[in-house]
Structure formats: structure tokens, C-alpha cells
């Protein structure tokens, strides 16, 4: 679809374009649902992250506790989800689906989509997963690896991030377009097969079924386990291979602002993580901020076990993590980064 031509828009309409209310749109706006929108002269200063604000986000999803598709603890932190965005000003879009996993479940899953001046055209996407993984298969003790996780840092700490990320941006909008993505049955798959497709399953189902066009995208940043103490991100494979230009902008952004003993400037393998999905599905370029703190980039003592609970979390890893990524789309819309 052609962009709206701003010559024939009244000043007022403009104006209203400009601070992101969609109901200053006229009929030709709600038809082609993208307009272009002059940039050059909106600065937004860079808005401080709230760590322990992310924290009590993390916290309030694990009260519902575990998070597997299908039970009453998934669909109780649907809703809360949901309505958490709409208090931020968020317009959101639940993408309710069913997949199949391998071992023949049927799930049905819900990719959440929180969309922020969702009229303007030029626009990056924020992504984390929000569901929780259905048995401990790394947990020590074996009478319990049959049972689901919590999830703290493996769903819930890239979640919290992005609902301050969401309380922030309707405190300090910007003009530019921001889409947070919560991918849903992203950890059901199987560890012991040599399948990656059987994870991600709500990132495939975005990726072919996506709500918006390739075109408006730049990029993407995924954040997956981005809340434990002594967090360690090193540049992920596919990130660097797919994404290079973004990947070195973010490490070169937190080593200027001194988060660098986070961000670790070396390469550290390839993870079939939701970015992948995205980047072969929808061809758009997606890096992923993980964690993998070991010297042969394993994911951490608590990964899969009924140890990645709240005991794990830090508040100065959810701040380092979540001020990059606040600098870095504040930094982008004022055509700085």
C-alpha cells in the first residue's frame, strides 16, 4: 500500500500523527493502517530503566505459577498480560493459535503483540517468550524432571523487561513505531532430538502469519534469560550472521555506557532461539540477547531446572540489559544510533 501524502493533511491532523493518537486518523489512514512520519526534529531524551519495577513484573507472573500452554496458569497470566498493555497504552492484537507438538499435544497458544504509535511506518519489534517449559529435564533430582518449571529468567525476565519497556514508553513517547512481541509455546520442544522445529512454535506461527508488513520492520532485538546474577551476553550466532549491523550497534552501545562486563564482545555459538524462526520465516533481521555465562557458553546451572525461580534473578542484570535496549530504540528513533 501506497504511504499517505502529508500535503493534503490538515496541520491539526498532523500534529495529532505526530504525538501517536490513532484517533486523529481520517478514512484514507485507517485504509493504508501506515503513514510517514517526519522524524528529524523529534528528540526524546532517553528515559531512566526501572530494574525493580522489572523485577515485581517477573514476580507477579511466577504468582500464577507455571506457565505451560494449555493450564490455568498460562490462561490467568494471558489475561493479566494483556490488560497490563492496554493500561500502558499499548493497542494489542492476541494471535490466538493451535500448534502440535512432538510429542502429538495439542496446544492452544496465544502470541500476545503490544503495538505503540501503530499507524507509523517505520518501526522495530521488541520479542521475548511468555510461556514456561513442561518438565525440569536438566533438574538434579530426577523424581521431579517430569514436572513444569517456574520459569523466572527462562520466559519471565525477558517479559518483565518488556512491560517496563512498555511503562516507559507511554511515559516518554516517541514518534517512532515499537511492537512488542510475547511469543507464546516457544519451550515445548524436545532437548534429547536433533528437531528445532518442535521449539518455537509461536515464533513460526508469527513469522508465517505475521501482522504487519517485512517492509516496515528495520529489526529486531528477542531478549530470552536476561535476569540472572552473573549474566554473560555474548554475540550470538545467527544475531551476528543475520544481524550483524544491529548486534555490533547494541554491543558498542552498552560498552560505551559501561554495561560491557554484561555484553561480552565475542562470539559464542548459534541457539535455535525465537529470532531464528523469525529470520527464516519472516526475513527480517533479529539478534538475540541471551545468556550464556559458562567458558563453553553453557545457559547456566538454573536453565531447565526448578532452580530458575525468583532466587535468581538480579535487579543490576534486569537494569544493565534493560537500559541498552531502552537507549538503543530511544537512540534509533532520534536517528542517533
Not at 503490544?114 to 521475548?128: D, G, S, T, W
Not at 511468555?130 to 520459569?151: M, N, V
Not at 531478549?223 to 554491543?251: P, Q
Not at 527464516?280 to 557458553?297: A, Q, V
Request: charged share 25%; net charge negative; proline share 4%.
Amino acid at each position: 500500500m501506497k504511504p499517505i501524502n502529508l500535503n493534503s493533511i490538515s496541520f491539526l491532523f498532523l500534529f495529532c500523527c505526530l504525538i501517536g493518537f490513532s484517533s486523529c486518523e481520517d478514512e484514507s489512514s485507517k485504509k493504508s493502517n501506515t503513514m510517514l512520519v517526519p522524524q528529524e526534529n523529534i528528540k526524546v531524551r532517553i528515559p531512566k530503566f526501572d530494574g525493580k519495577s522489572a523485577k515485581d513484573f517477573i514476580a507477579k507472573q511466577l504468582d500464577f505459577g507455571t506457565r505451560v500452554p494449555n493450564s490455568e496458569g498460562h490462561k490467568k497470566c494471558k489475561e493479566w498480560l494483556v490488560s497490563k498493555f492496554k493500561s500502558f497504552g499499548a493497542k494489542v492484537i492476541e494471535q490466538d493459535f493451535k500448534a502440535t507438538t512432538y510429542t502429538n499435544v495439542e496446544l492452544n497458544a496465544t502470541n500476545i503483540i503490544a503495538r505503540y504509535n501503530p499507524n507509523v511506518k517505520e518501526r522495530v519489534i521488541l520479542a521475548a517468550h511468555w510461556d514456561t517449559r513442561p518438565i525440569a529435564d536438566k533438574d538434579p533430582d530426577p523424581a521431579k524432571q517430569s514436572e513444569p518449571i517456574l520459569g523466572a529468567d527462562d520466559g519471565g525476565s525477558g517479559v518483565g523487561v518488556l512491560l517496563e519497556i512498555a511503562r516507559l514508553l507511554q511515559k516518554n513517547p516517541i514518534p517512532m513505531g515499537v511492537d512488542i512481541i510475547l511469543f507464546d509455546a516457544e519451550d515445548f520442544g524436545n532437548a534429547e532430538g536433533n528437531d528445532p522445529e518442535t521449539y518455537g512454535l509461536g515464533s513460526q506461527y508469527w513469522a508465517k502469519n505475521p501482522h504487519l508488513r517485512r517492509e516496515d520492520v528495520k529489526y529486531g532485538i528477542l531478549l530470552d534469560m536476561v535476569g540472572a546474577k552473573g549474566a554473560k551476553f555474548s554475540k550470538e550466532g545467527y544475531s551476528v550472521e543475520h544481524a550483524g549491523k544491529y548486534t555490533n550497534k547494541i554491543w558498542d552501545l552498552a560498552k560505551l555506557m559501561k554495561k560491557d562486563n554484561y555484553f561480552i564482545d565475542k562470539s559464542g555459538g548459534y541457539i535455535t532461539d525465537d529470532h531464528f524462526f523469525v529470520l527464516k520465516y519472516f526475513g527480517m533481521p533479529m539478534l538475540d540477547i541471551i545468556n550464556r555465562p559458562s567458558d563453553d557458553f553453557g545457559f547456566g546451572d538454573h536453565w531447565h531446572t526448578h532452580g530458575d525461580n525468583m532466587d535468581i534473578i538480579d535487579v543490576n542484570t534486569l537494569n544493565a540489559v534493560g537500559q541498552v535496549v531502552v537507549a538503543a530504540i530511544y537512540k534509533e528513533s532520534n536517528k542517533e544510533l
